[in-house]
């Protein structure tokens, strides 16, 4: 199987702030990756897909990059509203696809 | 509007079985590969399985053998048969579409989620 690390696990940073999260494939995945948002009880929200797509209604300041093993989820200036979970998944293994564990955005 | 709606969540004993059902609304739903992904409490996404528009199905191997995927397209209907249910199996499972003319299986579309709880 495909691991998927996510770093860092958690980070405080704040509005205004731009955020960069990285997601490392243990073998390369080409453009296969995309990119959640969670909040407390609610399901995931695509944001990226094929690594650099922006889903329709995902606001400008979210972007994507990267290829092969290394990929990165920025926010070019935090809100209020992005403090959540970001999860990267890999579809390159399909039918097995694989998750990272998760990043927790915190307000500092 | 598209809406994914499950159903069928609860508490039962290690070695039991559970069915879930996610009603699928607002879309054509044979038109769309359809897959389940659980979340344990407080832990990451899992991906659980995925039935394509020809019934093809997909199973990573920490369920295969004891889950069954299906589809009712006539119900606008997906199901998750669940076998042999062991305590790890304890989580919210949720019912994904994936996005029209995907190549990365990413899901566009996600239901609530219904809590499956496997305790003696």
């Known amino acids: 199987d495909i691991q998927m690390t996510q770093s860092p696990s958690s980070l405080s940073a704040s509005v205004g702030d731009r955020v960069t999260i990285t997601c490392r494939a243990s073998?390369?995945?080409?453009?296969?990756l995309n990119w959640y948002q969670q909040k407390p009880g609610k399901a995931p929200k695509l944001l990226i897909y094929?690594?650099?797509s922006l889903q329709s209604g995902v606001p400008s300041r979210f972007s994507g990059s990267g290829s092969g093993t290394d990929f990165t989820l920025t926010i070019s200036s935090l809100q209020p509203e992005d403090f959540a979970t970001y999860y990267c998944q890999q579809s390159y293994s399909m039918p097995g696809i694989t998750f990272g564990q998760g990043t927790r955005l915190e307000i500092k | 509007e598209v809406q994914l709606v499950e159903s069928g969540g609860g508490l039962v004993q290690p070695g039991g079985s559970l069915r879930l059902s996610c009603a699928a609304s607002?879309?054509?739903?044979?038109?769309?590969?359809m897959h389940w992904v659980r979340q344990a409490t407080g832990k990451g996404l899992e991906w659980v399985s995925a039935i394509g528009t020809a019934g093809d199905t997909y199973y990573p191997g920490s369920v295969k053998g004891r889950f069954t995927i299906s589809r009712e397209n006539a119900k606008n209907s997906l199901y998750l048969q669940m076998n042999s249910l062991r305590a790890e199996d304890t989580a919210v499972y949720y019912c994904?579409?994936?996005?029209?003319?995907?190549?990365?299986?990413?899901?566009?579309?996600w239901g609530q989620g219904t809590l499956v709880t496997v305790s003696s």
């Open positions: 994904a579409r994936v996005r029209s003319s995907s190549w990365t299986w990413d899901f566009d579309y």
């Open positions: 094929a690594a650099s």
């Open positions: 073998q390369s995945i080409s453009s296969y």
């Open positions: 607002g879309f054509t739903f044979s038109s769309y590969d």
